[in-house]
């Protein structure tokens, strides 16, 4: 079984920053990619940022320049440094993996962390 764990949401006021951690665990073989996806109210869910083995990075153009994403490849951890946060950025954040296990890729995703930029 693999396991998602998200942390780091909360409340923060406009310009401010956050950081949010995810990390994978279980019978894992081999993770490809690793990243955020997130879901604002009444929108469909959309990337934010992934990494792919090897380290290169993606970006939605809305966060280019103030998200940065990283990687822990040791302890399968991805982070996402939030920074000069805007009200729009408000969603429910979810860390997702691309992993092989059992012979199997597939994707697997935390439940989500809670993210409000409100004055």
């Known amino acids: 079984q693999v396991q998602l764990v998200e942390s780091g949401g909360g409340l923060v006021q406009p310009g401010g920053s956050l950081r949010l951690s995810c990390a994978a665990s279980?019978?894992?073989?081999?993770?490809?990619?690793m990243g955020w996806y997130r879901q604002a109210p009444g929108k469909q869910r959309e990337l934010v940022a992934n990494?792919?083995?090897?380290?290169?990075?993606n970006y939605a153009d809305s966060v280019k320049g103030r998200f940065t994403i990283s990687r822990d490849y040791n302890k399968n951890t991805v982070d996402l440094q939030m920074n000069s946060l805007k009200p729009e950025d408000t969603a429910v954040y979810y860390c997702?993996?691309?992993?092989?296990?059992?012979?199997?890729?597939?994707?697997?995703w935390g439940q989500g962390t809670q993210v409000t930029v409100s004055s």
């Open positions: 997702y993996a691309d992993l092989e296990r059992d012979y199997r890729r597939s994707n697997y």
């Open positions: 990494i792919i083995s090897g380290g290169s990075t």
């Open positions: 279980g019978s894992i073989f081999s993770i490809y990619i």
